[in-house]
């Protein structure tokens, strides 16, 4: 049985129509409605069929929907919920798939009325590209969403989880709250640091920007890979989730001075026991089936050029 | 006509064995002599069948070869060079593979006798891989690979460039010291700030490090693969270019407090315009084929378990 019959997808970037796809490909007898602000969007949705309907509106999209999932960047979710609000059917699911999760359970909570049942959630899932064309079936497969709803017994919540299931997700139960936190961990904090890292390297007088590039096979390229994020859908993330960044980024700083200490005073010990320790945690990360086994992330033996 | 008939490389980890496959893929005439410090290396090496001759003691293998290559960690150097110094042929060529440059000249310098020609070099490639099962053929395909010898107009230096150009690899010239600050940024520093990273996140008491490990697609996996190489290898990086990592370093830490700051004052324009100028950098590293054009670095669609 379908844990929803009639889905409506709001924004259309790398994560909706991913969802779009994913849910043509595993629910096909699902009536799928989108939108996204963006005309141009809603033409190039068109052209690549993703959707039984695009509306030029949301508010449109949401009428008899039983499960609507906002899919824009979290500062622009606010706005999308003041003008979908007073469309939502009596019980109705309404989720999401943003990053943070406590500003938008806030907002979802002050925007909808109390026939619509608030299940917020975050398929921690994605690439470093953008729009609608970026946007592949498969990208939740055997990945992980966290719902983060109020009640986590409720029957929309149960039926959240079994949507998401059918994508091939696996899906975990969070507080708000301490998604927030975990996430400032393993992704806010990796990407600000490779947004960062990859400004100052493009900015230094003594090394030239020709020849970071030329040279970023022995490390760099890496962190150029998530610093090609989203720009928009990454500002809101940080502006979203302000508390929880500066408490972990607060920590890294401490750390990484610590490490700065220690090649000053050209403590080798110091040096090599975290090299060491570091290496069992990519270990774990293969062996949980979160990320690739093959080395250089499986990169083509000659460094990819086309 | 071949650059050198008798080459020796000392050190199999992943470099000196994917030297030893090139070598005797591209250049199948010549006679290959290699030693590694470690017997059971030796002994691999020699079920692997990678050279034509394994030696127990490097200054065995050096006899008569015209090309020796030092293939250890930048801090093992100078023991190599001690031990070798008093057996190298008349008109032979020293070079090496080291991360770190002009602490290798300057070792070279004081151990070599004047009859050896010192060429250092530095390929510019590597996975998070080690040891001698890790090498391939392939590894300097398309590569850089820098030299920083005193005389770039010798013929011991136009022979060392002709050689690694037989593996596939691009040659630069550059000065040694000016080498060790163009791989601070490129290179060490995000060495660096990866192993920083996965040692903060593995250690917070609001995170457990299994939560770090399920949501780690989120972005902090990219840091974990470079977080994953060798740890007596990046020791000996940091110990001997200490002042240009200090540096660039102290650079990387003011641009990421100036960040810290736009998210504690929620000014979202400064965060937008850094994230929009960073993608940037990854398409002219994709156009120089410096790495991949595939999303996610072309890991495979369901996250690559397998």
């Known amino acids: 049985m379908l844990p929803f019959q009639r889905v409506t997808i709001i924004g259309m970037g790398l994560i909706g129509s991913s969802l779009a796809r994913a849910v043509k490909a595993q629910m096909p007898g699902v009536l799928l409605r989108v939108s996204d602000g963006s005309p141009d969007v809603c033409e190039r949705v068109r052209e690549l069929g993703l959707a039984d309907e695009v509306c030029d509106q949301p ?137 960062s890292i990859v400004g100052t390297a493009s900015d230094l007088e003594s090394v030239t920007r020709s020849e970071v590039i030329k040279f970023s096979a022995g490390g760099f390229r890496d962190f150029t890979r998530i610093a090609a994020s989203d720009p928009v859908m990454w500002r809101d993330v940080f502006l979203n989730n302000k508390d929880a960044v500066l408490e972990v980024l607060g920590r890294f700083t401490e750390d990484l001075v610590a490490l700065q200490r220690a090649i000053r005073w050209e403590d080798g010990d110091t040096l090599e026991a975290l090299f060491t320790r570091t290496r069992a945690i990519r270990r774990s990360i293969i062996d949980e089936g979160q990320d690739t086994d093959a080395e250089d992330f499986g990169r083509p033996h000659d460094g990819g050029a086309a």
Chains 1, 2 share one sequence.
Do not use: N
């Open 59 to 195: 508010a449109t999209a949401v009428i008899d929907a039983e499960h609507v999932v906002l899919a824009v960047p979290v500062g622009a979710m606010a706005g999308v919920l003041a003008e979908i609000a007073g469309d939502m059917a009596p019980g109705a699911v309404i989720s999401d798939v943003g990053s943070v999760k406590e500003s938008v359970l806030k907002a979802m909570t002050a925007a909808m009325p109390s026939h619509v049942h608030i299940v917020p959630g975050h398929p921690v899932a994605g690439t470093e590209r953008s729009g609608p064309d970026a946007g592949f079936a498969s990208l939740f497969d055997g990945r992980w969403c966290i719902l983060t709803p109020e009640d986590v017994g409720s029957a929309a919540t149960a039926q959240v989880a079994a949507f998401w299931e059918r994508l091939g997700a696996k899906v975990e139960m969070m507080e708000a709250a301490h998604h927030d936190r975990v996430l400032a961990v393993t992704s806010h904090l990796p990407h600000l640091i490779a947004y």
